[in-house]
């Protein structure tokens, strides 16, 4: 990598540089997370190259940047944690004492500062001083530097830099001089050796007896051989946690708990030792204090039932203790702790090219790579669709397709970003077309008697943006292989479900049976049947918050319609100018990655991938974890465990197609065995992992549940709209369409004007009461606003007002359990009632037949019988 000048540098790679040119030892950390995202321990005494540092960072997505202190950096950094303790204690010491926060080196935090110092002749390690609200960290130790972000979601910054810019702080960083460390400082480092993190190996006792040095050790590999192989990231800290309070219920000293813990630490890579070591005394403490702490149930959720048995018996054999049975409630109190602590998302799990993509995508389209990585991720299984499925077991298969929803405010950046994912699919669904055509005038081209013996060509579809079931019923007869639903905002395929129907239909039964994998559809029409098999499709859209609230009740978790769906909740983002594009070997390489996926051959049946031993002893031990889990889990977050044990499988599987793809070099060919039959230990790793990223998304869903208003009908909506519109124009006759417009206005979703239509004759203004009229000269339709119904409407409106108020805790938990009735529509409150529907564009480029639905005569469409065909992306109808 060329590094001797910085004009070829990433503004990353220049801030690298810059701190290894400080003599810094740099290394990449998780971005919005105090620790590193390797093994660091590697690089306390020893300081790689510039170029091997640089390759430490390659693949990361957006990092923090972290330095490790000691020696091998040259510098001893001064944390103070807490500034008014720090303070306090800075003036009980010596008055005469200025504070360092006057000194250049000194860095903002979240809630405090980091000041550097140049290192002194001897080492003083890490030092501790919680009392005073500080700590001295050298060799041992690690702090994440400028301008890296914190979990607060403030930004790590130079104190006296007042300019916020790159340029800035890279002059900054060039000028810097490291102070000495005073010499005051150094005394109290000094002074007090306990302040030191370090184990002697005197002999411990345990509640009295004497514990020998041998007994210790044995008690240490024990732990030790349990521990490892669950020492992951997402389990750790509840790991040590757990392992410590129980250790400490028994009464093994601390020392020898720490000992273990760190032992574990530096074996496993874990870059927080002083974070585990923190678990651990704070673990004793509480159990001193407060005589309650985690204990083995928390273990027991992370190893599994086999594994926490084994260890207690060992455990209690050793010290020759009772064995004691966990008490069941403490069970599921720890148990559901343990899974709902926050998760990252598994980037790391993924092959290094498909975090490039996720990367690049992010970079230049300005958006959370998360929502990339499920936006590359959803894309790519339904290109993949029902070619390949993946087995567990016998009759226990699943196919690839996600279905995939982030909440998010709009402005985020993401119908722009699926707009450039999409575009490779745009391709290949032009070539597919056109293949089509030449097909289908070869057919033409026979005689009646030749047509009967030859099957019209079909079509092979990869996407559709908008749709009826009736229309999805007909792509996928053509091509069952699968395709993606497309929609920039997914509100509008939950609403329009039964839209054409007048009796609502059972269209939302069809979207549920459209989630089980090998399921087939039996379609009966008016002179034609439809019998699709298998069935499948993947689903990708966004939702805002808001609507989002309003739009589902409790009978859409009891009915399985929202555990079937990934969900992704994120931030308001701001909106901000990037020049970052994607490279075109970026862009080739999704290309090839998507054109790969569709050439894997599907003839109608699919040969299922299947774990290996590793892999489905891990799957197992997990599948029985989640079945407790799903026994303590509250309602509705219990719902969600049965389909994401299922995702599980689906993650793993496209992971080991992901590794294929690698593998294969992208070849394109139609001999899917090529692809190696069996997946391995590290599939089924990311999709453990991302079953657990998720599971962690619906518990934020759910929250999001829990402070919002009583969702109104679409009848109080509209009734409010004509009081409004009434008020203002003092008008009698009301246009629909105006209707239409400030409905749309209000939800934020487009609404067609039938719907409207068919609800305002339902509230009683109908031809037969003389309430349906014409509006004079322009033809269209119209309601006619008597006084009667002015006062019906505002009576109605005033006693909604009434039972409407907030409420307090009652009547807005999603819990089965309390069943709460203000979660459910009123009784008298008719299902089609909250029927909606987006509107459907007539696009001028629309291909008849293709996406074809119909919207049934209405006086509301500007013309009669007007055909609704979903559109074809633009740039591809110019092509075609």
């Not at 008014?84 to 010491?93: G, P």
């Not at 975090?355 to 499920?374: F, G, H, K």
Request: contains cysteine; hydrophobic residues 35%.
């Amino acid at each position: 990598m060329e590094t001797n000048g910085n004009n070829s540098l990433t503004p990353l790679e220049k801030l690298i540089k810059a701190y290894y040119e400080l003599g810094f030892c740099v290394l990449p950390a998780i971005k919005g997370k105090k620790r590193p995202s390797l093994n660091w321990r590697e690089f306390i005494s020893e300081r790689p190259s510039l170029e091997d540092t640089l390759r430490l960072f390659e693949g990361k997505i957006d990092p923090n940047l972290c330095i490790v202190c000691g020696e091998v950096s040259g510098v001893v950094v001064l944390d103070i944690d807490g500034p008014e303790k720090f303070k306090a204690w800075l003036r009980e010491k010596d008055k005469g004492l200025k504070s360092p926060l006057s000194i250049p080196s000194a860095i903002k935090t979240g809630k405090g500062f980091h000041i550097w110092f140049k290192h002194p002749s001897e080492d003083i390690g890490v030092r501790r001083f919680p009392e005073h609200g500080f700590e001295l960290r050298g060799t041992g130790g690690i702090v994440i530097v400028p301008p890296s972000l914190h979990p607060s979601g403030g930004i790590y910054w130079p104190l006296h830099l007042e300019e916020r810019s790159l340029e800035a702080l890279l002059s900054w960083l060039k000028k810097l001089t490291l102070p000495e460390l005073p010499d005051w400082l150094l005394e109290v480092a000094k002074e007090d050796e306990k302040r030191a993190i370090r184990y002697e190996s005197d002999t411990p006792t345990l509640e009295g007896v004497e514990l020998s040095q041998e007994t210790a050790q044995k008690l240490k590999t024990l732990l030790k051989e349990d521990l490892l192989p669950f020492w992951t990231e997402g389990h750790r800290h509840e790991l040590a946690c757990g392992i410590s309070g129980w250790l400490a219920r028994l009464g093994v000293p601390q020392e020898i708990t720490e000992a273990v813990i760190e032992e574990i630490v530096h074996e496993s890579g874990d870059p927080e030792l002083q974070d585990r070591l923190r678990a651990v005394r704070d673990m004793y403490g509480n159990l001193e204090s407060e005589g309650k702490v985690k204990g083995i149930s928390t273990v027991w959720a992370i190893l599994g039932e086999q594994v926490t048995k084994k260890l207690m018996r060992e455990v209690y054999t050793l010290l020759e203790l009772e064995e004691e049975p966990v008490p069941e409630e403490r069970f599921e109190e720890e148990l559901t702790s343990a899974v709902l602590q926050e998760r990252p998302f598994p980037f790391g799990g993924l092959p290094y090219y498909v975090r490039e993509i996720i990367r690049a995508y992010s970079t230049a389209y300005n958006v959370d790579p998360t929502y990339t990585a499920m936006a590359v991720l959803t894309l790519f299984s339904s290109v993949v669709g029902n070619s390949v499925w993946i087995a567990s077991k016998r009759d226990f298969y699943t196919s690839p397709f996600l279905w995939s929803v982030v909440v998010q405010d709009t402005g985020g950046g993401k119908t722009p970003l699926l707009r450039g994912l999409m575009k490779p699919l745009y391709e290949i669904q032009k070539v597919l077309w056109e293949k089509y055509q030449e097909e289908l005038k070869e057919w033409k081209r026979l005689d009646d008697s030749d047509k009967k013996k030859k099957d019209p060509p079909k079509l092979g579809h990869l996407f559709a943006e908008d749709f009826t079931i009736e229309a999805l019923a007909e792509v996928l007869s053509q091509d069952q292989r699968g395709v993606l639903i497309k929609r920039d905002e997914v509100a509008g395929l939950f609403l329009s479900l039964g839209q054409y129907k007048k009796k609502g239909g059972d269209d939302r039964q069809r979207l549920l049976e459209l989630w089980n994998v090998g399921g087939s559809w039996k379609i009966d029409r008016k002179g034609k049947t439809l019998y699709i098999h298998p069935i499948g499709a993947s689903i990708i859209g966004g939702i805002q918050p808001q609507i989002l609230r309003r739009l589902f009740e409790k009978e859409d978790f009891d009915s399985g319609l929202m555990p079937r769906f990934l969900w992704l909740i994120l931030p308001r983002r701001e909106r901000v100018w990037v020049e970052a594009e994607v490279d075109e070997h970026i862009i080739n390489l999704w290309r090839n990655l998507l054109r790969w996926g569709r050439s894997i051959h599907f003839d109608g049946g699919s040969e299922p991938i299947i774990l290996n031993s590793e892999a489905k002893e891990l799957f197992r031990e997990f599948y029985n974890r989640r079945g407790k889990m799903e026994m303590v889990l509250p309602y509705p977050l219990s719902a969600f465990v049965p389909k994401l044990i299922e995702y599980t499988l689906r993650f793993a599987l496209l992971h080991h197609l992901l590794l294929e793809a690698e593998r294969l070099k992208f070849a394109f060919s139609k001999e899917s065995d090529r692809i190696t039959p069996l997946a391995g230990l590290e599939s089924i790793k990311f999709g453990i992992e991302c079953s657990y990223f998720f599971l962690w998304q619906a518990k934020r869903l759910i929250d999001s549940f829990a402070n919002r208003s009583p969702s109104l009908g679409l009848e109080e909506v509209v009734a409010e709209v004509i009081l409004n519109l009434h008020r203002e124009t003092g008008e009698e006759l009301i246009a629909i369409k105006e209707i239409t417009a400030r409905v749309n206005e209000k939800l934020s979703i487009n609404l067609h004007p039938r719907l409207i239509s068919t609800t305002l004759e339902k509230m009683g203004f109908t031809k037969e009461a003389g309430l349906r009229r014409r509006m004079p000269g322009k033809g269209n339709s119209a309601i006619l606003f008597t006084p009667d119904m002015i006062s019906k409407l505002s009576s109605q409106s005033s006693q909604r007002s009434q039972s409407v108020q907030p409420q307090q805790s009652d009547g807005v938990k999603i819990d089965v359990k309390e069943n709460p009735s203000s979660h459910l529509a009123s009784p008298d409150e008719c299902e089609e009632e909250k029927i909606f529907t987006e509107t459907f564009t007539p696009s001028n480029g629309s291909l008849s037949g293709i996406y074809e639905g119909r919207c049934e005569e209405c006086e509301e469409c500007e013309d009669k019988n007007q055909k609704t065909d979903l559109e074809i992306p633009e740039e591809i109808w110019e092509e075609i």
